[in-house]
Structures are given as C-alpha cells and as structure tokens.
C-alpha cells in the first residue's frame, strides 16, 4: 500500500511562490503517474498538473499554465509542485495523486493513492 503525505502548504501574499512536496512510502512510485488536484471550499476537486513516470510528460490545467511546475524524483520516491505568481483563486486544500496504472490523467477516478491534503491560502 502505498502512503502519500503533502507538505509545503501555507499562507502566502498575491504574487508569492509555495513549493509543495509529496512524500510517497510503502512501496516505490517511479512507474506511478503523480498528479495534484485541489479542492476549494464549497467547490469540487479539480485537476491541477500531472507528471508521467519518468517527468518527460505532464500536464496541466489552463488557469496554472506558465505558473506551476511539476517535478518528481524518483529516486526519493518524490513529488513537487512548484506554485509562482499565486493568485487568490489558488487557495485550495492541494492533494497529492498516484495511479500505478500508468494512465492517470485529469479525472480523478484515475488515482487510487491519495494524501491527506495540505492548506494553501494566497491573500489579495
């Protein structure tokens, strides 16, 4: 089974930058596709970026495109999101994402390995 746990999340100004991580235990991770999704209050989980087992492909949502970057390393069994110019639409409770299938995409019925969620809250 796999473990995922998110960190880096936080408060940050308009504009400011937050580098969150995903730490995966119990079993490797490097065949796996990662991805983020958020969630807002009162709204529903959305996709944000995904990356493939070897990080030559991701993907993103439109709103994120030029400001987030996803990265992983493999041979620490990471995830990255790397989040610039953060607007305040960006708060979100941001979930890390696993599938071992090889085929996640932007659905999140994709990923079967989920964490718990870290808080990111950008003030205007």
């Known amino acids: 089974q796999v473990q995922l746990v998110e960190s880096g999340g936080g408060l940050v100004q308009a504009g400011g930058s937050l580098r969150l991580s995903c730490a995966a235990s119990?079993?490797?991770?490097?065949?796996?596709?990662m991805a983020w999704f958020r969630q807002a209050p009162g709204k529903e989980r959305e996709f944000v970026a995904s990356?493939?087992?070897?990080?030559?492909?991701?993907s993103y949502r439109d709103s994120v495109k030029g400001r987030f970057i996803i990265s992983r390393d493999n041979a620490n069994n990471m995830a990255y999101l790397l989040m610039n110019s953060l607007k305040p639409e960006d708060t979100a409770v941001y979930y890390c994402?696993?599938?071992?299938?090889?085929?996640?995409?932007?659905?999140?019925?994709?990923?079967?390995?989920w964490g718990q969620g870290t808080q990111v809250t950008v003030s205007s």
């Open positions: 994402a696993a599938d071992p299938s090889g085929r996640g995409g932007s659905w999140s019925g994709d990923y079967i390995h």
């Open positions: 990356i493939n087992w070897s990080g030559g492909l991701t």
């Open positions: 119990g079993r490797t991770t490097s065949t796996y596709v």
